[in-house]
C-alpha cells in the first residue's frame, strides 16, 4: 500500500516474483518500474479502425473532394440565400407596379403592418408624421409628407406633385437606398425583405393622394 | 499470493488489471449481490437522480420545461431563469464552480461522485445491471450462463435481456434530446420519418447505440481507463482524504475463524465477489476504485456473522487505517474552499446582475458618419432583447451628449414584445463648430419603469475637426452661386 512512500530499492519489484505472462521493463526512473503487459483488445482496435477511418477519409476529402470544404460548403450557403432573396424579389416584382402600390396604400391592412415597419425603422429620420421635424429640430431625412419628391419622379428629373411620382421608384429607393452613399437612407431591402418595403411603400403613400385607379380601392385611409 | 488464472475465477492483483486478461482479452465480470445501509443509500440517491433526469423536462415553470435548451432560438431555460446566448459567460462560473466542488468533494470523501452520483454509475448500477439481475440471476447464475452452451433457452434469455437494454438506452437517448427540443416537439418528431428531423434522428440513434454499447458491453472499462475525471480525483486524494479502505493491522493475517494469531479477516473473498470493477479492496487504494461501497457492505456482513466488530473495510483516510491521527482540515481543503467561495460569490454576483433584458447599440451599414449642412451625422442601430415573459417599455439616454448635440430616436417603437427583439436606428447630430472630434457616447437604456439600467458606449466619428476650420461651411458649395 505505502510501496511508494517508503526506500526505493526495498520496494522495488523483482522479475522472478511476477505471475507468468507479465514482463518487467527493465529500467527504473524514480523508483518507478513499467510492466509490460498487452492493450486491452477492444483499445488497438478502436485505434486500428480510426487509422483506417482516417486514412479514408483522408482520401476522400483531401485526395478526391468527395466533401464540401467549409468554405465551398459557406459560398453555396450565402449563394442558396441571395438566390432566395432574389426569387422572392422577382415574384414580388412580376405582380407588383405603380397601380398595385398605390392600392396597397389605400388597404388599411397593409398601412397599418407598415406603420409598424416605419414606426420602428424610419421615425428616427423622417419623424412620425412624415415631415421630417421634430419640433423645430431638422432631421436627417428628406420630408415624406410634402410635395416635393426627389429621385422618384417618373422622367427622374424635375420635383412635382406626389401624383406624378412613380412608387415603384419610392419602393426601389427603400429597397436599394439612396442613390447618393452621402446622405445615409441604407439599403432596408437587406434588413426587411422586399415584402416588407413594399409595405412601408404603402405606408407611405397612405399621406398622399392616389391617381384615378383602374381597381375599386378596398378601403380609404387618411 | 497464489495465482490461478481459471476462466470463471480471478484473483485480483496489483500487477494487472482484472477485467483484461493475460492476452488482452476481456474479463467479464459478474459481480454478487449485495445488502446493507450504503447499498440501500445508494439505490435511494440513485432513483433520487434518476427521477430528476426523467422528471425536469415534464416540470413546467414559468411556462417552459424546468430545464430547456432551446438551442434552435437561442433561449436557454434552467429553473424559471431564461438565458441567451449572450449570457454564455456564465457557463465559465458554473463549469469550474462544479470543478472545485468536485475538488473540495474529492479531496475530502475521494471518489463519491464516481460510486454514487455519476450518470454513467446511476445507469449502470440501477438500471441495466438490474435488467441483468432481474432476466439472468445472481452472480453464480449469470456465470454460469455465460459459459452454458448457446441453446434456445439462452438465446431467448438474452433477446429479452438485450431488447430491455436496448429499450432503456432508447429511452435515456429520447429524453436527452427533449431537453434540447422540448418533450411536445420530441414527440411530434417521433411522429413524422426519420428523413424528417434526420439530424435529431442521428443524434438519438448514435446516442441509443452508445448507451446501449457502455451498459451491455464496455462497463466498467469505461471508468477503469477512459474517464478523465477517475484519473484527476485520483490525483487530488491524500493520505487524509476519506476513501474506502480495509484495516490491515486488523484483518492481518488472514485466516479462518477460530486459527491462532489470524486477524479478523476470514479471507472469504465476499469483497472481491461484489466488486464492480474487480479489485480486491485489501490490495489497497487502487486506481480501479469508484468508491461504490458494496465491499464495506459485503464485509460488515460477514462480520456481524462472526461476531466481529464491523468496519473491517470502511471509509477512512489512509492515516485513519494506519490508525494514525486523523485530519480534515488541510492546506489544500482551505485552498479549494476558497476557491470555491470566490467561484459562488462570482456566480451569484453575476446572476445577481444577469439582466432579464439586454442591448447592443451598433454602427447602421453604410458610411462610417455624414456631414451634411455642416453637421456631422452617426447613424447607429439598437438592438434590444427581452428574455421576460411580459413586454417591456424601453426608453434610451444619453448622458454625455455635448453642447450643441442632439439626437433622433423612435419613441413607440421602443415597446418590445415578450420574448421577442427589436433593431431601432437613431441618428445623433452635432453642429460642426461643436465637434471637436471622435468620442466615446455613452447610451443609456433604461428597461421599464425604475427597472434595470444598461449603460452601453459606442465611438462618435467625423472627419478631422480642422476640416471645418479650413473650410467653415464645407456643405455649402452647392448652394453658393
Known sequence: ?222 | MSHHPSPNRKTPDLVSVTTINRDGSRFFLHPADVRGPFTAARRWFALLLLAVYILLPWIPVNGHPAVFFNVAEGRYHVMGLTFITQDLWLLFFLISGLGFSLFFITSLFGRLWCGWACPYTVFLEHVFRRIERLTDGDAAARRALAAAPFTAGKAARRIVKHSLYLLCAAGIAHLFLAYFISLPTLYEYMHQGPLAHWKSFVLVFGLTGALYFSFAWFREQFCIILCPYGRIQSALTDDDTTIIGYDSGRGEPRGRKGTAGAGDCIDCRRCVQVCPTGIDIRNGLQLECIGCAACIDACDEIMVKVDRPRGLVRYDSLNGLEGRRRRILRPRIVLYSVLLAAGLAALTLSLGRLSPVHAVVNRMAGMPFYVHEGEVRNQYKLQLVNKRNTGVDFTVEFPNLPDGARYSISGDALRVPPQDEAEIPFTVTIGHRDFDGPFDLEVLVRAGDGGRQLYRSIRFLGPDPRFFQVDPEPDQEEEAP
Open chain 1, 1 to 222: 500500500m505505502s510501496q511508494i512512500t517508503q526506500d526505493q530499492d526495498e520496494h522495488l519489484v523483482k522479475p522472478e516474483e511476477l505471475p507468468p505472462g507479465v514482463d518487467l521493463r527493465p529500467h527504473v526512473y524514480d523508483g518507478i518500474q513499467e510492466y509490460d503487459q498487452r492493450l486491452p483488445n477492444w483499445w488497438l482496435w478502436s485505434l486500428y479502425i480510426f487509422i483506417i477511418g482516417y486514412g479514408v477519409f483522408w482520401l476522400a476529402y483531401y485526395q478526391f473532394g468527395m466533401f464540401q470544404d467549409d468554405e465551398a460548403r459557406l459560398a453555396g450557403r450565402m449563394q442558396a440565400i441571395s438566390v432566395r432573396q432574389a426569387a422572392e424579389l422577382e415574384s414580388l416584382l412580376a405582380e407588383l407596379d405603380s397601380d398595385a402600390l398605390w392600392r396597397m396604400s389605400r388597404n388599411s391592412q397593409f398601412v397599418a403592418s407598415g406603420k409598424v415597419i416605419y414606426t420602428e425603422k424610419c421615425v428616427a429620420c423622417h419623424a412620425a408624421d412624415l415631415s421630417s421635424r421634430m419640433g423645430e429640430v431638422q432631421l436627417p431625412g428628406v420630408p415624406l409628407n410634402g410635395r416635393e419628391w426627389i429621385y422618384c419622379m417618373l422622367d427622374g428629373s424635375t420635383p412635382v406633385d406626389a401624383v406624378t411620382a412613380d412608387p415603384m421608384k419610392i419602393f426601389g429607393l427603400i429597397h436599394n437606398g439612396s442613390p447618393d452613399p452621402t446622405k445615409g437612407m441604407q439599403a432596408w431591402g437587406q434588413d426587411l425583405g422586399p415584402r416588407r418595403v413594399a409595405e412601408v411603400t404603402a405606408y407611405v403613400l397612405s399621406y398622399h393622394d392616389a391617381p384615378p385607379l383602374e381597381a375599386e380601392p378596398d378601403d380609404t385611409s387618411p
